[in-house]
DNA sequence: TTGGGTGCAAAGGCTTTGCATGTGA
DNA sequence: TCACATGCAAAGCCTTTGCACCCAA
């Protein structure tokens, strides 16, 4: 979760990177959300309560960083935005650690934690020679709330 | 596949739509590459070896409405442009048909075809009340060309 | 001291929209 | 005829980039 602010600091210096007060901020916002999935703008005002000072660019800037970093994972939903959550990994490892649950009613998004993909990984290789680093999962449909609204609605 | 001519009039017909030169090229565009992954920009240069009076406007929006339609899939890799491929299903229905193979190294894309997932869908639908109704599944890897070509390097 | 980092504003790049004109039914 | 569709250009919108200033190390 590197929210050790210690890690981080290593982490960053490892990589001949400075800790600046906005990193740190930037990483607190995210840290303090797990499983929220925040957009560019998001963080931005998140930050902006503590430090009105930072710019926007310094925000893309510093996830774009952090996305390299393996700090963060990204999520684009397909509405214009990129989105970005603290990654369930601290190290910069690219993980098996993606499976989303996307309500098509209220917009609303879970994770879900399985491994049954790697059988599916398997079965690849053995069909096609493909060898799976890592995989991103979006499950469209609908969420219990929205479900149970509706059949009441009936 | 409304590889299909009548099945494509149809279609529109009863969307109160009219079958234009326009759509009708577009379509026979992404009928005659399946499997291609287009970006707006591709279909529009394709389209205009046979039409050049078309615009890009059109293309977007026609694209959008066979989106909406059923009648082509999307794809996003994250590089900036959405990309479209002719529905393997005909029917507007949003089918289980989305797996692709993404090769880190060269770019790319490989479909598979496989159903694991619903046992995945029916453990989620136990655990969390969540019922899926379509899914994309992104696979990250190195292709067996790839493979061959760094193992044959070393 | 000094090279990386930041803020601001401008530029980029894909996609959408407004509007006058064109056209399928 | 007439509502839908198209072309062109302008506008939108998220994100990146240029540049001068700033500040961790």
Redesign the pocket.
């Known amino acids: 979760m590197t929210g050790n602010p210690e890690q981080f600091?290593e982490l960053?210096?490892k990589n001949?990177?400075?800790?600046?007060?906005?990193?740190a901020a930037i990483l607190e916002v995210l840290v303090d959300r797990p499983g929220m999935h925040l957009?560019?703008?998001e963080i931005y005002d998140f930050v902006k309560i503590r430090?009105p000072?930072?710019?926007?660019?310094?925000v893309?800037?510093?996830i774009?960083l952090f996305s390299e970093l393996g700090l963060v994972d990204k999520l684009n939903l397909d509405d214009?935005?990129?989105r970005y959550e603290i990654s369930k990994e601290s190290a910069p490892v690219h993980g098996h650690h993606h499976h989303h649950l996307i309500c098509l009613d209220c917009g609303a998004v879970f994770a879900f934690q399985d491994d049954l993909l790697e059988a599916l990984e398997t079965r690849i290789l053995e069909q096609t020679g493909f060898v799976v680093q890592d995989h991103e999962v979006k499950l469209y449909g609908r969420c219990e709330a929205c479900r149970a609204m509706q059949s009441k609605a009936e």
Chains 1, 2 share one sequence.
């Open positions: 600091r960053l210096k001949g990177l400075k800790v600046t007060t906005q990193r957009t560019a703008e430090h000072e930072i710019g926007l660019a310094t893309y800037r510093t774009q214009g935005f990129v």
